[in-house]
């Protein structure tokens, strides 16, 4: 037996009750089955550990479809299944580890849904800032600010307070896109069709699948059916949603023939980022005005239309699956065509474009050379191109990667000093604070690569955290024979190397310290050849106990370098016994 939300009663009813032939029963369920609901006679429960969850993308105003792992809690519901009414066993197809690692809890729809109900909500309330209220989970700040975009542009907010428009969509029991295509019908004398269509939108597919994506298919159907009274199935559930749109809005019902692109014009209305436009040479694929690519099936009747009104679609981890649409008639989207200076960064085709665009959302209709583009904007590209394309932009050299090792190792050291968070991804996500007044003469990718990184981030620093660097994180340290050998900081924070050929240090009785003395340095003991005889942060005990070891391993094969009973009265040497005139 299947058991999902949308199965039909009797269906429902026979998974949960005992076989009336008292046969074993296998159920297969989806999470209908995590609630209090009692499926009798289930003493076992196979637990796969995933649920397919719709997830909301406020950006794309779409939700798709994930396979996710549970929570904890899902778990124990699971599970409680197969104990409702007597003893029962559940098996998890996951380890007793992989378990520890599971959220406690599953996140709040507060935290993955569509907030533009909510935000509406709070605009009739008179209130703009969400965290002036106390939440239980306080919803995601970009999540709200997508809302309040997508309300703007239906007209409901303005300046941050609810219109007069956002009142009436507010008035109606629905969502407020819904909402704003009946008031627009309202306008364009279209509001028959409009209810026919908002009841379709709000209820599952009435058709089969293979009928098409058309969903002006579903209005005629809905229509013939209502005019010769023979509402059956879903369609009348559609009736009963219209009627009461119809009613709310004093109109009369309609069941004639109507324009195909009428409809589309109204989804255009409810949802203008997804107005769609066919790509040349992809057969049925189409790009949004959000960004985002679907396609339709391509022996579709819609497949092969210059323009679409996406109506339901999922969004796949590259292309989205176009389930309902209507066709568009392109002089009907004059009004959200609009021109915009475009200003971007291209490594790959050469650095620095800019281009004035013809532009549905992201759909680009016409582009021409810019001018006299914006230095400012030039800049905010750069910088945005930076952010998002990471290091290999810049010369994050050797230099510049120890200065940042410096600074990381004196905030772990002095947390009180207030040493700024100097992290390549920090740097990368703020470079336009540090960065952006060196980018007015950088056009193209060679550009980038010759500026001075260290001596801007240098400057970047307050003055006295610049003379704090240069004296309690010191790049080199002098050894006895005066040679500064460069410190090793790690981006850890943990204590810097210095790597030193052991003859320099002769005479050395205490480990280096930095940090004012206070954090003694790992000296890493090289052999004549470089290569690494002895790591310590205690030069007084190697000189005591493990220099003998070492003496005795290596005298042999470097014979000409000095390996005295008593380092510590010998002479630091750079090179050879016979170039330091040592016999």
Request: charged share 25%; hydrophobic share 35%.
């Amino acid at each position: 037996h299947q058991l999902y939300g949308k199965l039909p009663y009797a269906a429902q009813q026979a998974a949960i009750l005992p076989s009336k032939r008292g046969l074993r029963k296998i159920v297969l369920a989806t999470d209908i089955a995590e609630t209090s609901l009692t499926i009798e006679g289930i003493t076992t429960v196979v637990d796969s550990g995933f649920h397919r969850k719709a997830v909301f993308n406020p950006k794309t105003g779409l939700s798709g479809l994930e396979t996710k792992k549970i929570s904890k809690d899902s778990a124990d519901q699971r599970a409680g299944r197969a104990g409702r009414l007597s003893p029962g066993v559940c098996y998890r197809l996951w380890s007793t580890s992989q378990h520890s690692q599971l959220k406690d809890h599953r996140a709040p729809e507060i935290l993955t849904n569509d907030l533009i109900p909510l935000t509406l909500e709070l605009a009739n309330w008179g209130i703009s800032d969400v965290n002036s209220l106390t939440w239980l989970n306080t919803p995601p700040s970009f999540a709200i600010e997508e809302a309040t975009n997508t309300l703007e542009a239906l007209n409901a907010i303005a300046h941050g307070k609810i219109t007069n428009h956002g009142k009436a969509m507010h008035a109606l029991p629905c969502h407020p896109r819904i909402a704003h295509l009946l008031l627009v019908a309202k306008d364009e004398d279209s509001v028959g069709l409009a209810c026919d269509l908002a009841a379709i939108l709000e209820e599952r597919d009435p058709l089969p699948q293979e009928t098409g994506i058309d969903i002006n298919l579903r209005i005629e159907a809905l229509r013939r059916q209502r005019s010769t009274n023979t509402l059956h199935g879903d369609f009348k559930k559609i009736e009963k949603i219209s009627k009461q749109y119809r009613q709310l809005l004093h109109v009369r019902v309609e069941n004639a023939s109507f324009d195909p692109y009428d409809t589309g014009l109204l989804l255009v209305h409810a949802f203008p980022e997804r107005i769609a436009f066919a790509r040349p040479g992809n057969n049925a694929q189409f790009q949004l005005a959000n960004g985002t690519y679907a396609v339709a099936g391509h022996k579709d009747d819609l497949a092969y239309e210059p323009w679409l009104a996406v109506a339901h679609m999922h969004t796949g981890e590259k292309t989205g699956r176009i389930f309902l649409a209507a066709p568009l008639n392109p002089t009907d989207l004059k009004p959200f065509v609009k021109t915009i200076d475009n200003n971007t960064w291209h490594t790959k085709r050469g650095g620095l474009i800019a281009t004035r665009e013809t532009r549905i959302g992201s759909i680009v209709l016409k582009t021409v050379p810019l001018p006299s583009p914006d230095e400012a904007q030039l800049v905010q590209a750069i910088c945005k191109a930076i952010a998002k394309e990471g290091a290999h932009l810049l010369d994050f050299s050797e230099d510049v990667q120890q200065w940042q090792n410096r600074v990381l190792t004196l905030k772990k050291l002095n947390p009180n000093q207030k040493w700024p968070d100097v992290s390549t991804d920090t740097l990368l996500k703020t470079n336009y604070h540090w960065l952006s007044p060196y980018l007015q003469k950088i056009v193209k990718p060679e550009d980038l690569k010759k500026i001075d990184l260290a001596e801007i981030l240098q400057y970047s620093l307050s003055a006295d955290h610049q003379n704090l660097l240069s004296e309690l994180a010191p790049k080199t340290i002098t050894v006895p024979t005066g040679s500064k050998i460069k410190l090793k900081y790690q981006s850890n924070g943990s204590a810097p190397v210095l790597a030193v050929r052991l003859q320099e240090v002769f005479g050395m009785t205490e480990t280096p310290k930095i940090n004012n003395q206070k954090t003694a340095i790992i000296l890493h003991l090289l052999s004549p050849g470089y290569k690494l005889v002895q790591i310590t942060s205690d030069l007084d005990s190697f000189w005591k106990k493990a220099y003998f070891d070492v003496r005795k391993d290596l005298r042999a094969r470097y014979k000409k370098h000095a390996w005295p009973e008593n380092p510590l009265d010998h002479p630091a040497i750079r090179g050879t016994k016979r170039q330091n005139g040592i016999k």
